[in-house]
């Protein structure tokens, strides 16, 4: 695949990865069989939360110095249905390790949230013990569809994420279970938080009938009022990890 046509801040990161996954091995080796476990925890009567171990990133530099075991344990405590954790070093101060820690510290599912520009890394985030792997439509353009394929013959759910109605279109072509609508623009880092819920009505429109949810640039329980009876799930990262008491924090947002 060619990433060097990626514009902006996200053209950076992903030239990154692909340095770093250059010489990996692309061989999955034999199915696993795939628990479901990250799906299943997001679809319930009211919003889900995706919290995030999110230590820095390209917008706000670095955010909090969090031990990801603890923070997991933290959000889990205050509520959260699913963790995500970013393992990408350079611009996220994420690690594979810390993925490793996560999961063995709570019993949510756990999200790989990198920039999967390689085979090696879905068999990785399956090693790892993570439920889920984020691709990006941005990123992965209409191969996104083969990845999908790889992480299901790895066992691992897939959060598909789109940030407008042209990778929208593309990520329901491809078979996509779970669908994220990122708020925030990775080329330019700018929010909006009207994309989320213009999505998810088109999704719907279109007949999709797996999971939706919503991420990036959430602060308070207020915030998420748009996209409370449409999203089945939110994805919140750094005003939870900024906050200073995690578990507090995560019960606030999720307070109706
Ligand atoms: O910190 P926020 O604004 O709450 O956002 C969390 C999450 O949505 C964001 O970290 C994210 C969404 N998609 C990504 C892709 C790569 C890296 C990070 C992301």
Redesign the pocket.
């Given at each position: 695949m060619d990433f060097s046509k990626v514009p902006g801040v996200l053209g950076r990161i992903v030239a990154g990865r692909v340095q770093d996954y250059r010489d990996a091995d692309p061989d999955l080796g034999a199915p696993r069989a795939g628990e479901r476990r990250f799906e299943a925890a997001l679809r319930g009567p009211s919003l889900s939360l995706i919290a995030?171990v999110?230590r820095a990133?390209p917008s706000e530099g670095a955010i909090a110095p969090l031990d990801p075991a603890t923070a997991a344990r933290a959000y889990e405590q205050g509520g959260a249905s699913a963790i995500?954790c970013?393992t990408?070093p350079r611009h996220?101060d994420g690690h594979l390790g810390a993925l490793r820690e996560v999961v063995g510290a709570v019993a949510l599912p756990v999200l790989r949230?990198d920039?999967v520009v390689h085979p090696a890394m879905l068999r990785e985030a399956a090693d790892y013990g993570a439920s889920a792997a984020?691709l990006?439509v941005s990123v992965l353009g209409e191969a996104v569809g083969e990845y999908l394929e790889m992480a299901h013959h790895l066992g691992l759910d897939a959060l598909v994420?789109v940030h407008d109605e042209r990778e929208l279109d593309i990520a329901l072509g491809s078979g996509a279970r779970i669908l994220?609508v990122?708020n925030?623009d990775?080329t330019t880092l700018n929010?909006d938080l009207a994309v989320s819920p213009r999505l998810i009505r088109r999704a719907r429109g279109a007949g999709f009938g797996g999971v939706l949810v919503a991420?990036?640039?959430?602060r308070t329980a207020a915030d998420l009022g748009p996209v409370r009876d449409l999203a089945d799930a939110v994805?919140?990262?750094?005003?939870l990890?900024r906050s200073g008491d995690l578990a507090r924090a995560t019960r606030e947002l999720l307070a109706p």
């Open positions: 995030e999110k990133s995500s970013l990408e996220f949230k920039f984020l990006m994420e994220g990122n925030r990775l929010i991420e990036s640039g959430y994805l919140v990262g750094s005003s990890a």
